[in-house]
Each structure stands twice: as structure tokens, then as C-alpha cells.
């Protein structure tokens, strides 16, 4: 069974121009114990998405339609005192640029536990004992309980955060760009602590990243988003070894392949539309090399192929275009 289930999700940003489509008619779902990874580029909805499924999204973003089924329950319809029990207890987040988000006037180890107390009715020393395993936990060490923020490294920080997200035992962790502006190494260390930890209480995760190298390793689905749409959905290694959606495959090749054999980088050209007044169709027909008629009149619906699913006009009547 899905442990999460998103279904024609809508969210908007009331803007005075309009509405803005951040994210428009958008589902998927995630089993229990998958990675699911979710990318694309920068403003196509992937943190709106995040944010919604913790019921985040503030004015002037509203979600407009859909549901969110959560363990059989629309996150949609419950109070806010039911949400405050799934908060961090169910589903946690570790936010975009999350490691500047830590109180410079706190210790690390009084977040971590402020955030037990919150979610968990326990005492200060209690909390404080739980604060230290935690920082155990992502390696850091019980004895930087008393550190400020300021006496850590991006990464380390990444990793107070990471501890805050997981204190109060979550079942689905939302990482949102958990690895962006940090240098290599340190990217490979947080990478294998998420993996462990993942292992280790059998998290569910939601993996939002750029970079499609960092998908590919550790995610067992993508689901591909596109100027507030999910252009594809599809198991990992199939999605690389044979893209179906021409801006899957141009997301591919715009990146350093760590699965295939080296070949040139390509941009992709021209910008996604605007998401207050789109054309018509479907919104990457101005960057696609597949261009037909059809694509700037009817948006395309979703294709399903052999478990996999493409929202693009090339698989009307075939199966197998080759992208
Ligand atoms: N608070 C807001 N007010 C108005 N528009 C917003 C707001 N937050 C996001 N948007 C718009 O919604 C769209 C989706 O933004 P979102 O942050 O979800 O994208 P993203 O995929 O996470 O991008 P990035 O990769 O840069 O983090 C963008 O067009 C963005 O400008
Ligand atoms: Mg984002």
C-alpha cells in the first residue's frame, strides 16, 4: 500500500496579475520504505510540492484542488491539531537552505531538543539526553551539545538539521536540496548518513534535487516535474537508460552521467513559460525537439508504460518513441 498518495494536487500563488500555477494537477504516490526523488528546474514546484505536505504553503500560495492522502487520511481535511501530531511525528522536512535556518542565539543541542518537547511530552532532561543521541545519531557527538551554530560547517549544520527532522522518529523525511552549495565530500558524507539513517529506521524519503547524478544513486523512483506538471514518473534505472519524456531526456544529457558512458553536456535551450497566463498545450512544446501540431493545442495527458507514466503527446498512439 502507498504510505503517501498525492492526487491531483493544484496550489496557486495569488498574484496581482493572476494566478500563478506553481504546481498544477500533479500525483504520485510513495510506498512505504522507497526514496522517491523529485526534480527539475529551478520554480517548477518541487519545495511547493514539500511544503504542502506538511500543510505549509502560506498566502499567498493556496492549494486550490487535490488531495493528500496520508496513511489512508486527506492531510486536507484535518485540524490543525491533527496536523500538529503528524508534524515531525509522521512526516518531518528538512527545508531548502536549511542549514541557514538555525537560531545563531541557541545551542544546537537546545533545537534539538526544543524540537522533542514540541512533538513529544517528555521532561527538559529527558529531551536534553534525546538532543545528545541525536547529534551521536548524524555523527557529530554528544559533547558539541553546547555549540552554536556558528562553530559548524555548512555541512555539519546540515547535519544538526537532518538531526532535528529525525528527533521525534518520523516515518517519511522530505529533504529538500539536502546536499545543494555544499562541496563534494561533503555531499558523499551527508549522502551516506541519509542512507543510513534511511536503513537504519526504515524511513520513506522524499529526495528534491537538481542534480540528477545524486538522484540516480540513491532514489528508487523520479518523479520529473516541469513547470509545475509531472512530465514523467518512472522506476530509477529505466528513467536513464531510456528516458520517455524529450525533457527527461534533455534533463540527461544537460548533466554529468554517472551511469552511462561520457558524453558532451548539453543546456537545454530557452526558459520554462510563465506560470501565470501558460500557452496553451503542453508547456515544454517552445524547448522540444519532437515538436508536433498537437503539442501547442492539447495539453497531453498521462501515458502509462509498462509501469511507468509520461505526459506527452509522442506516446498517443505508439509506445516506444525513441527520445
Ligand atoms: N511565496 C511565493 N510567492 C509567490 N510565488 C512563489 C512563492 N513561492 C514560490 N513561488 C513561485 O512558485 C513557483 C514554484 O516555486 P518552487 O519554489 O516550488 O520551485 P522549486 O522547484 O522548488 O525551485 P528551486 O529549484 O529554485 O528551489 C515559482 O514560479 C516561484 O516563483
Ligand atoms: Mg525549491
Known amino acids: 500500500m502507498a504510505l503517501l498518495e498525492v492526487k491531483d494536487l493544484s496550489i496557486y500563488y495569488q498574484m496581482h496579475r493572476g494566478d500563478a500555477k506553481a504546481v498544477d494537477g500533479v500525483s504520485f504516490s510513495i510506498k ?26 502560506r498566502p499567498p500560495g493556496k492549494i486550490t484542488g487535490g488531495s493528500i492522502i496520508y496513511n489512508g487520511t486527506n492531510i486536507l481535511d484535518l485540524s490543525e491539531d491533527g496536523m500538529r501530531r503528524l508534524r515531525g511525528n509522521e512526516i518531518a522536512i ?16 537546545e533545537q534539538i531538543a526544543e524540537q522533542i518537547i514540541e512533538h513529544d511530552k517528555v ?28 562553530e559548524f560547517s555548512g555541512g555539519m549544520r546540515q547535519r544538526v538539521m537532518i538531526a532535528i527532522a ?58 520529473v516535474m516541469y513547470a509545475g506538471k509531472v512530465a ?14 524529450p525533457y527527461s ?34 508547456l515544454f512544446a517552445d524547448r522540444c525537439e519532437h515538436v508536433m501540431d498537437i503539442c501547442r493545442q492539447k495539453i497531453p495527458p498521462e501515458y502509462d508504460i509498462d509501469g511507468r507514466s509520461v505526459a506527452c503527446h509522442l506516446y498517443e498512439h505508439s509506445k516506444e518513441p525513441q527520445v
Not at 532532561?125 to 545528545?132: E, F, I, S, V, Y
Not at 529533504?175 to 552549495?181: A, V, Y
Open 32 to 57: 512505504e520504505n522507497e526514496t522517491l526523488g523529485l526534480i527539475g528546474e529551478s520554480g517548477c514546484g518541487k519545495t511547493t510540492i514539500a511544503l504542502s505536505l506538511l500543510r505549509f504553503i
Open 94 to 109: 528538512v527545508r531548502q537552505e536549511a542549514q541557514n535556518a538555525l537560531n545563531p542565539v541557541l545551542t544546537v543541542g
Open 232 to 245: 514523467e514518473n518512472s522506476n530509477t534505472s529505466d528513467l536513464y537508460h531510456k528516458p520517455l519524456h
Open 166 to 223: 529525525t528527533a521525534n522518529y518520523p516515518k517519511l523525511l522530505i529533504l529538500d536540496e539536502p546536499i545543494t552549495g555544499l562541496d563534494v565530500i561533503v555531499q558523499r558524507q551527508l549522502l551516506k548518513l541519509i542512507a543510513d539513517l534511511r536503513d537504519r529506521f526504515e524511513l520513506t524519503i522524499i529526495f528534491i534535487a537538481h542534480d540528477l547524478s545524486v538522484i540516480a544513486e540513491n532514489c528508487d523512483r523520479v518523479v
Open 249 to 282: 531526456s534533455a534533463l540527461i544529457s544537460s548533466y554529468p552521467s554517472i551511469l552511462g558512458e561520457r558524453q558532451e553536456l548539453k543546456s537545454i535551450p530557452g526558459a520554462p513559460p510563465s506560470l501565470v497566463n501558460p500557452p496553451p498545450g503542453c
Open 123 to 150: 521532561d527538559k532532561n529527558t529531551a536534553w539526553q534525546r538532543a545528545k543521541d541525536q547529534l551521536e545519531l548524524v555523527g557529530i557527538g554528544a559533547d558539541r551539545v553546547r555549540s552554536y551554530p556558528h
